[in-house]
């Protein structure tokens, strides 16, 4: 009795530290959103006024708002989808892909580090260096080589209609290697002599890859989903730092966070940019209660 | 197990995890009212100390490091003050981000004496205004100038300062430099080729043909990534064409402002060069790089104003010669006359109401708008400041004299726009759209539908303030 006592105490002592840091630093915030997402704060002065669900009805016909959370929705399809397949296509490249199912192509121990380049860089450094790539005169990378084949250049962040898929492409270019890692992680868990009976049985690589690999990485892939669509619904940097007119140009690229923090430091309505955060919150925590219903399954044990 | 003396060791755990959540709690995003110290009882005041300045409290001075940097502040504003202020000790501050750094402190009651609130992160000049937070700056018009008594700061400066410069009535915005806005070349370029500055609107348009059959380059281009550079030409020549009501109509959200017969004949005129004369890739290329391309001869004209040439001092060729000329004629018949231009000061001072030490805030504004702080400041910026006569006698580049005399020939009639101050929702709705009209993707009247749309959007929502002028 009076072990458990001191036990308790004893985890207390310990926990007490984050979870204050926790309270304070986390949640707190979070509340106080709530509270100030029922202001007309402005940022600046001591004293807002309460105006109850003003702010929410305001949201919903702000064109821009909508237009940013289905450039989120569409990332939210768009970038974990593509990211795995490309980072399971990589995977098993780099580990099961030299056709006798058992270890990678030529080359893979390089090939594993230079994909995990792009994830040490910091997304500003990313966002600014793709600038330059994406520039629409002879001196950007892509454009460059365009222009001397005589092709008109392409405005790849100038052009609405082009804009929104070369940031969906830099988020992929920084969001493979990362999981290239993770799954080769995954595989690596998987015993080789599931392959070897694979290859005995005449499997080739494509069924090797569907009825064997791909099964056995399930909960893997569930992580990587719920990360992935977490990381499209709340992108702001890339978008903020490498787009025209931060989430241009004419809003064809902009996002949720973006909006949030226009309306917060640009137009000082502080009020209404907690009322999107709140709405941003329900959105982010809706999609992982349902991605995690949905992906539910029975677990493989070997 | 041994006896510790634990208690001791617990508690001041405990306590230690404890004790900041209290204070941190009521520290956070969420604005706490605080009773401000209400600006103490001024000093007495005199005739060498017309504001009443305290001569023992410190003044903190935050200076947005932009494009003028901070040099002038602390070599030529500061030891000015000093001189006559001994015992006021100074606490000098650069930031380029200013809201991030000084809306905080907005929000804890305990804002800084003068900012310079300028730049890209500026706080916006409304939501100060909507609380309050402005201290009013008509004692300082009223005051004596620092160079003569006789002579009150009101009748020193430019008097537009004082119109922009006011919020609900009330003077509370310093701007201390004069833009001027026009289309930039160089001479060297025109004399050159023998090109002339086109007087109206045709002839402009043949110039730019004949550019871009020279096939030497490209005849136009403006910081497409921000348009604002394209729509300053567009409504100064819709203000050309049809008055400067246009703008003022703009400015107050009339109904049809935008829609108004000259926006029309100004939209239809730049959509024409935005689809024949605009250097390839202009719309992702931003002010830097489209001025390092016409530094580099790859380009003829672009709109800006009065700052470029400091901006371009470390790539533009020495033999360059920037020139600016006004918009040309565009109807014969324009209200107003060949040689108007859009004018406005700028890099914004203002003294927070509810700063320790406001009395000293405006005797140091008082202090940078003497003669000789503004005409060492205009020398060390390239530039002109909105300080009558401060340039005089003073070594002028090539960029800076075409502004003055361009300036001095317009006289009257000069003309300007604030909405993009008092709605920032409504500036980047004209940004978006303006490069979209540019690009060809809105029709001109689509374009100025579309702003009309937003315009009465902001007039009908009660959560934004209104401004009038």
């Known amino acids: ?302 | 197990m041994p006896h510790t003396p634990r208690i001791t060791r617990r508690d001041l755990l405990r306590a230690a995890a404890l004790a900041p959540v209290a204070g941190a709690l009521a520290a956070c995003a969420t604005p706490a009212a605080k009773p401000t110290a209400s600006s103490a009882a001024p000093a007495a005041t005199s005739a060498a100390n017309p504001l009443g300045v305290p001569g023992d409290k410190p003044l903190e001075v935050w200076i947005f490091d932009g494009g003028f940097g901070q040099d002038y502040a602390k070599n030529i504003h500061q030891p000015l003050f000093k001189a006559k202020y001994p015992g006021v000790e100074i606490k000098h501050n650069s930031t380029k981000e200013i809201t991030k750094v000084l809306q905080p402190r907005f929000a804890g009651g305990n804002p800084p004496d003068v900012i310079d609130n300028s730049g890209a992160n500026a706080m916006d000049f409304g939501a100060l205004a909507q609380d309050g937070q402005l201290q009013d700056l008509t004692p300082l018009l009223d005051a004596p100038s620092w160079d003569d008594p006789a002579t009150k700061v009101r009748d020193t400066i430019d008097p537009a300062v004082v119109e922009l410069g006011t919020y609900d009535g009330k003077f509370s915005v310093l701007g201390y430099v004069n833009y001027i806005f026009g289309i930039w070349y160089s001479q060297k370029v025109f004399r050159d080729n023998g090109w002339e500055v086109p007087r109206t609107w045709d002839e402009f348009l043949k110039l730019n043909e004949t550019i871009k059959k020279s096939g030497k380059m490209a005849p136009f281009t403006y910081a497409g990534k921000h348009p604002q550079y394209l729509y300053e030409p567009l409504l100064t020549m819709a203000a050309k064409i049809g008055g400067n009501e246009v703008l003022v109509n703009l400015d107050n959200l009339e109904d049809g402002a935008w829609t108004a017969e000259p926006m029309k004949a100004a939209a239809a005129a730049w959509a024409e060069i935005g689809a024949k004369y605009l250097m390839e890739g202009t719309a992702g290329l931003d002010h830097v790089q489209t001025q390092t391309a016409q530094n580099k001869y790859k380009v003829a004209m672009l709109p800006s104003g009065s700052w470029l040439e400091n901006e371009q001092k470390t790539t533009t060729p020495d033999d360059f010669e920037y020139g600016m000329f006004p918009l040309p004629d565009v109807t014969g018949s324009d209200k107003l006359p060949y040689g108007t231009l859009h004018t406005t000061p700028g890099e914004n001072f203002i003294v927070p109401s509810k700063g320790a030490n406001p009395r000293a805030g405006m005797e140091y504004l008082r202090a940078m708008l003497s003669k000789k702080a503004a005409g060492d400041f205009s020398e060390l910026v390239k530039t002109v400041s909105v300080v009558k006569g401060a340039g005089e006698g003073r070594q002028l580049s090539p960029g800076a004299a075409s502004a003055s005399k361009a300036m001095t020939e317009a006289g009257a009639n000069t003309v300007t726009y604030r909405w993009q101050t008092w709605y920032a929702q409504l500036k980047d709705e004209a940004m978006a759209a303006t490069g979209q009209l540019m690009s060809g993707g809105l029709t001109p009247d689509k374009y100025l539908e579309r702003l009309q749309k937003k315009a009465d959007e902001i007039k009908n929502d009660s959560s934004i303030k209104k401004f009038r002028r």
């Open chain 1, 1 to 302: 009795m009076y072990n458990a006592h001191r036990r308790s105490l004893f985890l207390f002592a310990f926990l007490a530290a984050p979870v204050t840091l926790y309270l304070v630093y986390v949640i707190s915030p979070y509340v106080q959103a709530f509270y100030i997402a029922m202001t007309d704060w402005r940022g600046v002065s001591a004293t807002p006024e309460f105006v109850g669900l003003d702010n929410f009805v305001r949201l919903f016909s702000d064109g821009i708002f909508w237009k940013a959370v289905t450039h989120n929705l569409a990332l939210l399809v768009l970038l974990p989808l593509l990211t795995i397949v490309i980072a399971l296509f990589f995977a098993f490249l780099l580990n099961v892909g030299n056709g006798r199912g058992v270890g990678g192509v030529a080359g893979s121990k390089f090939y594993r580090v230079v994909f995990f380049f792009p994830h040490v860089l910091a997304v500003a450094v990313v966002a600014v260096l793709f600038q330059q790539v994406f520039r629409p005169d002879g001196s950007g990378m892509l454009n460059g080589p365009l222009m001397a084949l005589g092709a008109r250049p392409v405005g790849f962040l100038s052009d609405p209609d082009v804009a929104f898929w070369s940031v969906l492409g830099v988020m992929l270019w920084q969001a493979v290697g990362f999981y290239v890692v993770l799954f080769s992680a995954g595989l690596a868990s998987i015993p080789r002599d599931m392959f070897e009976a694979a290859q005995i049985d005449g499997a080739g690589r494509v069924s090797m890859f569907v009825r064997v690999t791909l099964p056995l990485l399930w909960d893997t892939i569930q992580v990587a989903w719920v990360y992935l669509g977490i990381l499209a619904l709340d992108v702001f940097a890339i978008v903020w730092v490498m787009t025209d007119q931060h989430g241009g140009p004419d809003f064809s690229t902009t996002v949720m966070a973006a909006e949030i923090y226009r309306n917060a430091f640009h137009y000082f309505r502080f009020g209404y940019a907690s009322a999107l955060g709140v709405v941003m919150f329900f959105f982010t925590i809706g999609f992982t209660i349902l991605s995690l219903r949905l992906s539910r399954r029975e677990r493989i044990e070997y």
